[in-house]
Nanobody, 126 residues
Framework: QVQLVESGGGLVQAGDSLRLSCAAS????????MGWFRQAPGKEREFVAA??????????YYRDSVKGRFTISRDNAKNTVYLQMNSLKPEDTAVYYC?????????????????WGQGTQVTVSS
């Protein structure tokens, strides 16, 4: 069983930066695709960014609205994935979730991820 624990959320102003971290335990972290998703009140959970597993070359993927502002990275030695968020906007406000997909393949669909963290709140004020 894989456990994921997010940290780094908080309340910031528009234009500020935050770095989210997700520490994983159990499983074979380096092989998993790791993703970040978010869910705002009253909305469905949506894909933010993903980094594929080592067998898929560690490629990164982003939703269009965060390209150029957010960067996903992973440290396989620390079993940790990060989401660096710059130039934050009020519309980025949401609970951010870390997730792991055992397939290791590039994946943006919520239903394909096998394990989820508890989420961390990010609030961006205008």
């Amino acid at each position: 069983q894989v456990q994921l624990v997010e940290s780094g959320g908080g309340l910031v102003q528009a234009g500020d930066s935050l770095r989210l971290s997700c520490a994983a335990s159990g499983g074979t972290f380096s092989r998993y695709t790791m993703g970040w998703f978010r869910q705002a009140p009253g909305k469905e959970r949506e894909f933010v960014a993903a980094v594929s597993g080592s067998w898929s070359g560690g490629a990164t993927y982003y939703r269009d609205s965060v390209k150029g502002r957010f960067t996903i990275s992973r440290d396989n030695a620390k079993n940790t994935v990060y989401l660096q968020m710059n130039s934050l906007k009020p519309e980025d406000t949401a609970v951010y979730y870390c997730a792991a997909d055992r397939s290791g393949q590039p994946e943006t669909r919520v239903r394909e991820y096998d394990y989820w963290g508890q989420g961390t709140q990010v609030t961006v004020s205008s």
